[in-house]
């Protein structure tokens, strides 16, 4: 059977002013996971928070008990380096660090903010790496990216080098509110069919309006911002993301 649904809000849309309680009420409404958006205006325009964020906001919410339990943080990592970032967002309370495939390709093997390298790494290396730090790997593609680009890594021989999780955004990463985009679903189904066991998430313009669709492509990790932290009773719309996608597990 593939795997239940998983709701985790975006914190990006949560009140900054009142991080911790935000964070902690989402949570006792039902949600899973928390949805963690680290944005450095370099792979993508805009700039969010770090790992000291995290710190304090971990407190809050009770750590997970096991692997892809209640209380994950998900940080999707919108960075240029993804490496020299591990064990700093290990260290801060990060579960499952997402990072971009277009990034992994790109930067280097530096394992600390201030270290550099001619070395570049590579999205096998990074999950293995992400792995020894005792986290759970994801890797995210943005729209331009196919998703075929995944299979060898999806299928590599090590299971330590196979991400835990795939992201697929719906929506071009870097800022929030922007339209879901249904063109992005073809990846979801993909994925879905080639491996009925991996968790699958989507982040981007997902709502009581959207959900149908990526539920019914595959989806069953749901990323919702103001979806969630813009509604009147924030239980009632996770509870309505989490049937949408059980009701279609096969």
């Known amino acids: 059977m593939t795997p239940p649904a998983i709701i985790a809000p975006s914190i990006l849309s949560a009140d900054f002013a009142a991080l911790g309680a935000a964070c902690s009420d989402t949570i006792g409404h039902g949600a899973d996971w928390l949805h963690v958006d680290i944005m450095d205006g370099h792979f993508v325009p805009n700039m969010t928070f770090g790992a000291p964020v995290v710190t304090k906001i971990r407190p809050h919410v009770e750590p997970p008990k096991s692997p892809h339990g209640k209380g994950t943080f998900d940080c999707h990592m919108m960075i240029a380096e993804p490496k020299k970032w591990v064990k700093d967002f290990q260290k ?8 971009h495939y277009e990034a992994a390709i790109s930067s280097t093997a530096a394992e600390k903010p201030e270290y550099h390298s001619d070395k570049k790494t590579s999205p096998k290396e990074l999950i293995r790496y ?41 929506v071009h990463p870097g800022f929030g509110g922007q339209k879901f985009m249904a063109s992005e679903l073809p990846k979801v189904k993909a994925l879905r069919e080639r491996y009925p066991e991996l968790n699958i998430e989507v982040d981007g313009g997902l709502g009581e309006g959207t959900i149908d669709q990526a539920a019914a492509a595959g989806a069953n990790v749901i990323v919702a911002g103001s979806a969630v932290f813009g509604a009147k009773d924030p239980a009632d719309v996770i509870s309505k993301l989490r049937e949408a996608v059980d009701k279609r597990r096969t």
């Open 92 to 99: 801060a309370g990060c579960n499952l660090y997402c990072f």
């Open 130 to 170: 992400i792995h020894d730090n005792g986290m759970l790997a994801g890797i995210a593609i943005k729209p331009d990216t196919p998703v075929d680009v995944l299979w060898d890594i999806l299928e590599a021989s090590d299971q330590e080098e196979r991400p835990d999780m795939v992201l697929v955004m719906t």
